[in-house]
């Protein structure tokens, strides 16, 4: 521990680098094994049925967890959970459980302890070190379980999001879940680079620092942090100078200087850059305008909200008082398909997604609309409405929004926007655009379109000429409706893409965060004409290995 002109400095191990600014908050892990106590009065089957239960809602968490970092093209990540999710039909976890409870009369808590007991004793005792570092990942998915035998729900505290986290170890669920939160770093007393919570962690660029005694920060709990994970410095309410030294020094962790959406590119031309968001608790990071609020992924924590409209209301209206004056785009519930989140498939539903989908559960889409216009009442209001494939679902749309305003006490302003995604609206596109107040290009869909792969594919490409055709299309289009377009998606978050959809038009992009500071540091550094010049010899390409050979010289050449 040190004293500067902070007012104090810690210096741990450093595990991951980056450098972020936060509260402070201590986070202390729940205990939930205890003795194996041998019981002789147990129902086994009672007690087996609990125990896979217990292990059946595991699994579920962790595959809507896993669907989200696929969403996030997180594929390290993904390849971690799946491999978890093979790991809970391991015998430890299945049939050497059950045997402790009918041979031994034990609870299936005692069981699953004494079994996670006697691996972490064989892990340990190896000297291959990456075994030692997978301790972790048992003991995060038997905690998982333990807890939902005594009826209680793994969850990240509200109080994660945008604070620097102190604990004794972070699991790999947890760093995935904290992440997705919008947690800014962790100072803990345990870890490894080479374990899988230091893989989930460095995707999605969280510092992290380990030192031998963290109870001196139960005096600093709700400080300003800075937290220096190339170092492994720990600043406690950090002076002013030091703040800015760091600033100036760290344009890609630090958020400061991604606060604002409107980047000049080397000759002038104004580039908007807004965040996506698809969380439940609004983050500082998007005080400046939420491009694209992905509102279905507020299901994935609870679906019951689909079904209240004072919840909803006061969701949407906590978010519009933050960003406020700056716009917050609202997608509506992009549900079905892959993504059934409210687990309702059957012969009406299955085959439909997005607005199709809503038409069908046509209660959740009239809840959905008229919750958006009470929060949103007395300031203008953008609906993007997903997947849409014909002028007449705009309009079936708009016709439901005139409705309800008819009956709120509002003077909400709806702006109605329809998010292109597959190459049939091109035959409609103009209709569409006749309908409509702005238009959103979703890249990732639309390329599973023209490709016809699914991008979960190994195969699939981002690198398709005809991609960027057809989005110059779109925005050229729209140009001459005179109707704003925005481009999000996967590639939107690659700087190795940002000087070619410069060139092919796009103004206004919409991706992740964590992507902006590199997106707009290669906004910066394009002029028009190459961007230009650079779209004219990409649309020549003959197919995508001639448009990646492009790109990966233009990328180099500036990173």
Do not use: W
């Not at 962790?186 to 620092?209: D, E, M």
């Not at 379109?449 to 005809?466: G, V």
């Amino acid at each position: 521990m040190m004293h500067t002109d902070s007012k104090v400095v810690f210096e741990g191990k450093p595990i991951l680098k980056g450098v972020v600014c936060g509260p402070l908050y201590l986070y202390e892990d729940k205990t939930v094994f205890t003795s194996s106590n041998i019981s002789t009065f147990l129902d086994a089957d009672k007690e087996i049925e609990k125990y896979l239960r217990a292990v059946s809602i595991t699994k579920k968490e962790l595959a809507i967890l896993l669907k989200r970092l696929k969403d996030l093209k997180d594929q390290e990540s993904v390849a971690i959970f799946e491999a978890h999710l093979m790991i809970l039909d391991d015998p430890f976890f299945t049939h050497q459980v059950e045997e402790g409870v009918r041979q031994h009369k034990l609870s299936a808590h005692s069981s699953l302890k004494k079994n996670l007991d006697l691996i972490v004793a064989a892990l340990s005792a190896s000297e291959d070190p990456l075994f030692k570092d997978r301790i972790i990942d048992i003991q995060d998915l038997a905690t998982r379980i333990a807890l939902h035998l005594h009826g209680m729900e793994p969850k990240i505290p509200q109080e994660f999001q945008g604070a620097i986290v102190c604990m004794k170890e972070v699991t790999p669920s947890m760093a995935a879940e904290a992440a997705l939160k919008g947690v800014r770093g962790f100072i803990t007393l345990k870890g490894s680079s080479a374990s899988h919570t230091s893989v989930v962690l460095k995707s999605r660029a969280i510092p992290h620092v380990i030192l031998e005694d963290i109870s001196t920060f139960e005096a600093f709990e709700g400080k300003e942090i800075l937290l220096d994970g190339k170092k492994g410095l720990i600043y406690v309410e950090p002076s002013a100078y030091i703040k800015s030294t760091y600033l100036q020094t760290d344009f890609k962790t630090c958020p400061v200087l991604a606060s604002k959406n409107l980047v000049e590119t080397a000759d002038g031309k104004s580039i908007s850059v807004f965040s996506t968001f698809d969380g439940v608790e609004y983050s500082r990071e998007l005080k400046n305008g939420i491009g694209l609020y992905r509102t279905e992924f507020i299901l994935l924590h609870d679906r019951e909200v689909a079904f209240c409209e004072e919840r909803q209301v006061l969701l949407y209206e906590s978010i519009v008082e933050e960003v406020y004056p700056h716009k917050v785009v609202f997608r509506l519930f992009d549900l079905g398909g892959d993504k059934n989140f409210l687990n309702d498939y059957n012969e009406k539903t299955k085959y439909l997604r997005s607005i199709r989908y809503l038409f069908a559960r046509s209660e959740i889409l009239e809840l959905q609309l008229r919750s958006l216009m009470k929060a949103s009442s007395g300031k203008r209001l953008e609906i993007l409405i997903p997947y849409v494939t014909h002028q007449e679902e705009v309009e079936t749309v708009r016709k439901e929004i005139e409705s309800i305003l008819k009956t709120l006490n509002t003077n909400c302003q709806v702006r109605l926007g329809a998010m292109i995604e597959t190459r049939l609206e091109m035959l409609v596109l103009d209709q569409i655009l006749e309908q409509v107040d702005f238009i959103a290009i979703g890249t990732n869909d639309l390329t599973q379109s023209l490709i016809e792969i699914h991008r979960d594919s190994p195969d699939f490409c981002l690198y398709q000429p005809d991609l960027f055709k057809t989005i110059h299309q779109i925005i050229e289009r729209a140009k001459k409706s005179n109707k704003p377009v925005s481009v999000c998606g996967e590639i939107v978050s690659n700087p190795a893409f940002t000087e070619l959809l410069i060139g092919i038009g796009a103004t206004d992009f919409s991706c992740s965060f964590h992507e902006i500071p590199q997106v707009k540091k290669r906004i910066a550094s394009v002029s028009i004409k190459e961007a230009t010049h650079l779209a004219g010899t990409v649309f020549e390409a003959k197919n995508s290995e001639e448009v990646k050979t492009l790109l990966s010289k233009k990328i180099t050449t500036v990173v």
